[in-house]
């Protein structure tokens, strides 16, 4: 069993990254954070995770390596770029990430990563059924678990709503775009997460990303018709996620 991942979540503005205990989801060591190179370009990208791998003096025997982007992730290659460079879409990105590091990377989506973490040590350990963890945060993210286990890269943040792309107006920028109150905002969110459940009768969401530590401003004014939880582990989740990822898929349990 492989006890220790170097986890990494790559954002419009920081790349941030620790190694992570897999058993406990603590932190081995204290969390690094460089700033998102811009243009982010996927080899830009790659530098700046090669410069983490070298601060935290990381070797193949330390463990594997999990990184999250804010993009559809499949077989390693990138297929959308939400606030980074288009040239990721299409791009063979664990080849690059091999290329320019020499260590092998296993990537996934963000949202997805955020989502493993909270579901293994946070807000949705004991949640069964249909949840969604929806980070709000400069877009949406979304994560989507059946009992527990990952459909991966649903990209329900981008839903279409009175004939905007949800992001526009539900996630956590668009309040600081418009200046919008706690109330107004929450309101938004409120008919994002009523459209989720009206086409896929969730069990429950867990509301995580930047918005996460702001809940107790926003909690009062939702209205959804299934359990809205906080998620749990602030702005580690990501990279906490990432470094699950690296551990080998745990299969479904049969149902009767
Ligand atoms: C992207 C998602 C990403 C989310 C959060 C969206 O704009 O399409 O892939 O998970 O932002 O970063």
Redesign the pocket.
């Known amino acids: 069993m492989i006890k220790r991942a170097l986890g990494i979540d790559v954002?419009?503005t920081g790349v941030k990254g620790a190694p992570v205990n897999l058993r406990s989801g603590e932190l081995a060591q204290e969390r690094l954070r460089l700033l998102t190179p811009q243009p982010a370009t996927p080899s830009a990208v790659a530098e700046t995770v090669f410069e983490l791998i070298r601060r935290f003096g990381w070797s193949e025997q330390d463990g594997p390596i999990g990184i999250g982007l804010?993009?559809?992730v499949k077989q390693g290659a990138t297929h959308?770029a939400?606030?980074i460079d288009p040239s990721w879409i299409g791009c063979d990105a664990a080849a690059l990430f091999k290329d320019c590091t020499g260590f092998p990377v296993t990537l996934l989506?963000?949202?997805?990563a955020a989502g493993l973490a909270e579901m293994r040590f946070g807000a949705g350990r004991d949640l069964p059924g249909l949840v969604v963890v929806v980070?709000l945060?400069?877009?949406?993210?979304?994560a989507l678990f059946y009992n527990g286990q990952l459909i991966p890269n649903a990209?329900l943040?981008?839903l279409v709503i009175r004939d905007k792309d949800a992001?526009r107006r539900a996630a956590l920028s668009a309040r600081e775009r418009y200046e919008w109150s706690w109330k107004k905002w929450a309101g938004h969110v409120s008919e994002y997460l009523g459209e989720l459940h009206r086409l896929l009768w969730c069990d429950a969401f867990i509301i995580g990303?930047g918005a996460s530590n702001k809940f107790d401003k926003f909690a009062a004014y939702l209205e959804c018709p299934a359990p809205v939880r906080p998620a749990q582990m602030a702005n580690l989740a990501g990279l906490v996620g990432a470094a699950l990822a690296t551990l080998p898929p745990v299969k479904a349990k049969a149902r009767p």
């Open positions: 954002g419009g804010p993009s559809v959308t939400g606030n989506n963000d949202a997805d980070t945060g400069t877009g949406i993210g979304t990209e943040g981008h992001e990303g």
